[in-house]
T-cell receptor, first 110, second 119 residues
């Protein structure tokens, strides 16, 4: 089985940098995905890491350390529209079906 | 492509009534997933299909829940009879097959969801 832990809430100010951590315990771990969900909306895919290291996509970056069973999502130059919930999702080899964490609510203040 | 389509977007019903949620996946996607999202339990996988065949329904909470996929472009999730604790947002998601044959493991495409309220 899988379990993923992430903080329930993070707050930051506009223009700042914020890091959302995710630790996982999973058998046959294959990779870690990140999704964003605005209130009333659907989860939308942000990034996926299968290998250790940092993946950068614009203002968002995602990091994975397989040896530490740990990953994070880094959001730079925060904007008000970044206020949303962010979910990490672990993928196990075999089924390749993701298991989602409980999500982190990011609140961006002006 | 219009993305994953779900209907209805909102459903309010009374306890004991039958509820049917509908989903049209993205054309060409081989995998279809049904999720339920609540504050208490987060995002839970209920069931998923591969090429219209149910593969894993271990997340279906009880016999009141059933899902079908009669063809590649349509799936239903039915609750009969419904109960207040079924109130949640139900998402359908689809993904193509990977080159290795399993689902494309890095991205799922979610529909807008159906917000179900059972009174």
């Amino acid at each position: 089985g899988q379990s993923l832990e992430q903080p329930s809430e993070v707050t930051a100010v506009e223009g700042a940098i914020v890091q959302i951590n995710c630790t996982y315990q999973t058998s046959g771990f294959y990779g870690l995905s990140w999704y964003q969900q605005h209130d009333g909306g659907a989860p939308t895919f942000l990034s996926y890491n299968a290998l250790d290291g940092l993946e950068e996509t614009g203002r968002f970056s995602s990091f994975l350390s397989r040896s530490d069973s740990y990953g994070y999502l880094l959001l730079q130059e925060l904007q008000m529209k970044d206020s949303a919930s962010y979910f990490c999702a672990g993928v196990s080899g075999g089924s390749y079906i993701p298991t989602f964490g409980r999500g982190t609510s990011l609140i961006v203040h002006p | 492509d219009a993305g994953v389509i779900q209907s209805p977007r909102h459903e309010v019903t009374e306890m004991g009534q039958e509820v049917t949620l509908r989903c049209k996946p993205i054309s060409g996607h081989d995998y279809l997933f049904w999720y339920r999202q609540t504050m208490m339990r987060g995002l839970e996988l209920l069931i998923y299909f591969n090429n219209n065949v149910p593969i894993d329904d271990s997340g279906m909470p009880e016999d009141r829940f059933s899902a079908k996929m009669p063809n590649a472009s349509f799936s239903t999730l039915k609750i009969q009879p419904s109960e207040p604790r079924d109130s949640a947002v139900y998402f359908c998601a689809s993904t193509p097959a990977s080159l290795a044959g399993g689902p494309s493991y890095n991205e799922q495409f979610f529909g807008p969801g159906t917000r179900l309220t059972v009174l």
